[in-house]
Nanobody
Framework: QVQVVESGGGLVQAGGSLRLSCAAS????????MGWYRQAPGKARELVAR???????MYADSVKGRITISSDNAKNSVYLQMNSLKPEDTAVYYC??????????????WGQGTQVTVSS
């Protein structure tokens, strides 16, 4: 059974930093990409940053220069270092594993989400 688990959310003041972690576990053969998405109340879920197995990264314009995604392929993990946080960064942050292959399936997996709250 595959699990995708996030950690590291919390409450921080504007201008502060947080580091989110995400790990996929189970009988995993490969993962095409891992990324972070967020959903604020009343808004659609949006991409924050994404890291592919080939090493390419992409960021939402709203977070460029403040947020960095990194990965540890050996651990099937991805991290999100968030600096200079703003109140508008407040959201539930979700980790997604794209194209996760096991011996039985090839599909995407979502984590359960972790709350990030930035106070002004």
């Amino acid at each position: 059974q595959v699990q995708v688990v996030e950690s590291g959310g919390g409450l921080v003041q504007a201008g502060g930093s947080l580091r989110l972690s995400c790990a996929a576990s189970g009988w995993i053969l490969s993962i095409n990409a891992m990324g972070w998405y967020r959903q604020a109340p009343g808004k659609a879920r949006e991409l924050v940053a994404r890291f592919t197995s080939s090493g390419s990264t992409m960021y939402a314009d709203s977070v460029k220069g403040r947020i960095t995604i990194s990965s540890d392929n050996a651990k099937n993990s991805v991290y999100l270092q968030m600096n200079s946080l703003k109140p508008e960064d407040t959201a539930v942050y979700y980790c997604k594993a794209d194209g996760l292959a096991t011996a039985w399936s090839l599909r995407d997996y979502w984590g359960q989400g972790t709350q990030v709250t930035v106070s002004s």
